[in-house]
């Protein structure tokens, strides 16, 4: 008896030691060990890649989408925004595509590539070439909760001035609804 008695008080104190460490606070409630968080679930942390044939078939098309269409491809702020400047009687931002960062061009070669940028973020870049000379357009996304992206930017060869975003007079890197 007195064996069972040592053997359940040994395993009691080799348990206690191999616990993590917690530190009380002044009410003496325990305080969640740091490296505890870290050990946590890393649901909320997962990257999300977005679906960059969305992209693929954009960019597919022969010209940039009719005004109907933006809410197919952009988030609501930047279809409205996309429309309003297309309804100007007088030249607007859009125009140009936006897509090639050009009003002219012969794409010979592309290539897609989707980064996670978060757990609802991520970007599409694509490399391409036109005319001989190598561009970039980067889209900006968003993924809402049915899971589908929309695109809340466009930036073309990572110019600072290259956001269609800022050009439509919204905020960059502000997205209120995707």
Known sequence: M????????GAAAFLIACSPKTEADPAGAPKADPAGAAAAPAAA???AVPDRAMIEELNA???TPEPE????YFTPDMAKAMRADMAREEVGVLSYDYRWNAQDFEITSTAYEAVAAGPDRGRVVVSF???GQS??????????????????????????DGSLRHQ??????????C
């Open 135 to 160: 561009g970039k357009t980067t889209y900006d996304m968003c993924r809402r909760a049915d899971g589908q992206w929309r695109i809340y930017d466009v930036r073309s060869n990572d110019a600072d």
């Open 129 to 131: 070439v036109s005319f």
């Open 2 to 9: 007195k064996a069972a008695v040592y053997a359940a008080c």
């Open 45 to 47: 942390s997962v990257q």
């Open 61 to 63: 098309k022969e010209t």
């Open 69 to 72: 269409e933006l809410d197919a």
């Open 168 to 177: 439509l007079g919204l905020k960059r890197g502000e997205v209120t609804q």
